[in-house]
């Protein structure tokens, strides 16, 4: 069976890996596995780490864009593959990966999940999450400081400097790519229940 690949767009805080993990609740665990494209930024370990922490990494070269399609493209034939994993403390691959099998749903998760014209034409269903702006960054805050290891004033200075533009440029644009536009300000389970009833529909067909 060909999986069904759902790719979850957005902003950075945007709640789109809440909105997959909702997903993933309604559909079961069984049937779907999630990509994550934070995994796919490319090494940067031949830099020093000051130079590390200058680099842009809201601009969608960062990203290994060419290996990500590569593997979607496996699970799309319903084959396995292999996904690096990043370490956002170093700016570096740690060099392990992780042996991901095809599901019935594959759900691709990123900023740029509907940014790369190679990549859009495996995705059976594209969703971008919908939120304003001042949550997005209140959230992205949060997460920065908690999960990997930014101060305050780092967080607001990589946002005045490059993630308000990048995401202007590259991200909100793909808005108008979505085959779903999901207002999340205030969450919004009923459109999730909704959702996932479309892909049983489709998978299991």
Wanted: hydrophobic letters at 35%; charged letters at 25%; glycine letters at 8%.
């Amino acid at each position: 069976m060909k999986p069904f690949i759902v790719g979850v767009g957005g902003g950075s805080g945007s709640g789109k890996s809440t909105v997959a993990g909702l997903l993933i609740e309604e559909l079961g665990a069984g049937d779907v596995v999630v990509i994550s494209q934070d995994n796919y930024y490319r090494d940067l370990s031949h830099l020093s780490l000051e130079e590390r922490k200058e680099q842009n990494f809201d601009n969608p070269d960062a990203l290994d864009h060419e290996l990500l399609h590569k593997h979607l493209d496996l699970l799309s034939q319903g084959k396995s593959m292999e996904c690096p994993s990043y370490d956002f403390k170093t700016h570096c691959l740690t060099g392990e990966t992780t042996t991901v099998e095809p599901k019935p749903v594959v759900l691709l998760d990123g900023i740029f999940s509907l940014y790369y014209q190679e990549v859009l034409p495996l995705l059976d269903l594209k969703l971008y999450v919908d939120v304003p702006d001042d949550v997005r960054i209140l959230r992205r805050m949060t997460r920065d400081i908690a999960k990997r290891g930014r101060t305050v004033e780092g967080v607001v200075q990589q946002y005045l400097g490059t993630v308000r533009h990048m995401h202007e440029a590259y991200v909100a644009p793909t808005k108008w790519s979505a085959d779903i536009v999901v207002a999340w300000g205030q969450k919004n389970p009923s459109t999730i229940h909704w959702i996932a009833k479309m892909i049983q529909t489709n998978y299991s067909e």
